[in-house]
C-alpha cells in the first residue's frame, strides 16, 4: 500500500469478537499495527496472544458509557499506536465495528480525499440558533435533530447539579457489565450557562459521532494537548458524553487541518435512541453499496459477519483461531 494505516480498538465485551476483527484487519491490511484499550473488568476472559503487530493498553481504564474514561481509552490508545509506530492514518473502532472493503480500497479513498480527518461534527451554537448542517452522511443526521441539538446543549454547555444516588439497575442506555447496586449521580441541568465553560467565539463547541479517522498530524496534535484542551479536558470530565464533544472540538477549532464530515462508516440510527441498532443480515446489501470503510454494530456470532467475510473473499477455514 502507498500509505500505512493503524487502527485504535475500543472495547469492553466479547473478546472472541474482538480477536475476530482483529484478524480480519491483518489480513485486510497485512497486519497494520493496532492498539486495543479493552476493559477487563467487564469481562472474565484472560488478555489473549495476539500477534506482534497487535498491543493492549497495560493498565487500561474503568470504561462506561457516557463518561470521560472513553475519551481516556481513545487517547491512551492512541499514544500506544504511535509509540510503536507512525502510520500514516488511524481508525478509531469499537469492538463491534468490521470491515466492509478491502484495505487497498479504505486507503486509497483516504488518499484522494486529500483531508487530515474524516470526522463528524457541527458548531453548536449554530445549530441553537437555528443553523443546523445536515450531516454528509445522511444516517448521523441523528445528532443533528432539534430534541438532540437540546439535549447536546443540556450536556456541554448548561451549568448542572450532580446529585449522590444509589443506583440499583443500569440506565437503560447504558450496556456496561458493571456491578450494581453502586453509586452513581443524577444531574440536574439549570437554564443558564455554566460558568466554568471554555467555549467562546475562538474555541466554539463542536459535537457529532465519536467513531473518526485522522492522519499522523492529528494524531500528535491530540497527544500534545494545548492549554485550550486541557482545560476542556477539565471541563468535560464532569459532562455527560464527552466524546461526541472532545475529539470534535479539538480538531474542528483547529484552522491548519482540512477536515470533512464523510467518516466512511455505516450504522443504523433510523429508530434514535442512545445506541445504534445491530445491524441485521439483510442489511448487508446496504451496507456494501454505502461506500463504507467499516460498519457497526456486528454482534459477534451475527451471520453478517459470516456474509461480510465471503464479500471480502475471507474463507472460515483461514481463520487463525
Not at 22 to 27: A, K, S
Not at 57 to 79: I, K, M, Y
Not at 97 to 117: F, I, K, N, Q, T
Not at 203 to 232: I, M
Request: glycine residues 6%.
Amino acid at each position: 500500500m502507498p500509505k500505512s494505516v493503524g487502527f485504535v480498538i475500543l472495547s469492553h465485551q466479547n473478546p472472541a469478537g474482538v480477536l475476530r476483527l482483529i484478524d480480519t484487519l491483518n489480513r485486510l491490511y497485512d497486519f497494520p499495527p493496532i492498539a486495543c484499550h479493552h476493559d477487563w473488568r467487564q469481562t472474565s476472559s484472560e488478555r489473549p496472544e495476539s500477534g506482534k503487530n497487535v498491543s493492549f493498553v497495560s493498565n487500561p481504564v474503568r470504561t462506561g458509557w457516557g463518561r470521560w474514561s472513553v475519551v481516556e481509552a481513545t487517547l491512551s490508545a492512541l499514544q500506544l499506536l504511535y509509540s510503536k509506530g507512525q502510520p500514516d492514518w488511524f481508525y478509531v473502532l469499537s469492538g463491534t465495528d468490521y470491515p466492509v472493503v478491502p484495505g487497498r480500497d479504505a486507503v486509497s479513498d483516504l488518499e484522494e480525499r486529500a483531508c487530515d480527518a474524516f470526522i463528524d461534527g457541527f458548531a453548536l451554537d449554530a445549530a441553537l440558533a437555528g443553523n443546523i448542517p445536515a450531516a454528509q452522511l445522511p444516517l448521523l443526521n441523528h445528532h443533528r435533530t432539534p430534541g438532540n441539538v437540546q439535549i447536546a446543549r443540556t450536556r456541554y454547555l448548561t451549568a448542572t447539579i450532580r446529585i449522590p444516588i444509589l443506583r440499583l439497575s443500569p440506565p437503560s442506555y447504558s450496556t456496561s457489565a458493571q456491578s450494581f447496586p453502586r453509586l452513581g449521580a443524577h444531574t440536574i441541568s439549570l437554564p443558564f450557562s455554566s460558568w466554568r465553560s471554555p467555549f467562546g467565539p475562538s474555541f466554539k463547541c463542536y459535537v457529532g459521532s465519536q467513531w473518526f479517522t485522522a492522519n499522523a498530524r492529528v494524531a500528535h496534535r491530540l497527544l500534545s494537548p494545548t492549554e485550550k484542551d486541557k482545560k476542556l479536558q477539565t471541563y468535560l470530565r464532569g459532562r455527560v458524553v464527552p466524546d461526541e464533544c472532545y475529539f470534535q472540538t479539538v480538531i474542528l477549532n483547529d484552522k491548519q487541518f482540512k477536515t470533512t464530515g464523510e467518516t466512511y462508516r455505516y450504522l443504523n440510527w433510523r429508530s434514535g435512541g442512545a445506541h445504534p441498532e445491530w445491524i441485521s443480515a439483510d442489511q448487508v446489501p446496504e451496507i456494501i453499496s454505502s461506500g463504507a470503510h467499516f460498519a457497526r454494530k456486528l454482534e459477534a456470532d451475527s451471520a453478517s459477519l459470516d456474509i461480510l467475510d465471503k464479500e471480502l473473499g475471507i474463507r472460515a477455514d483461514q481463520r487463525s483461531f
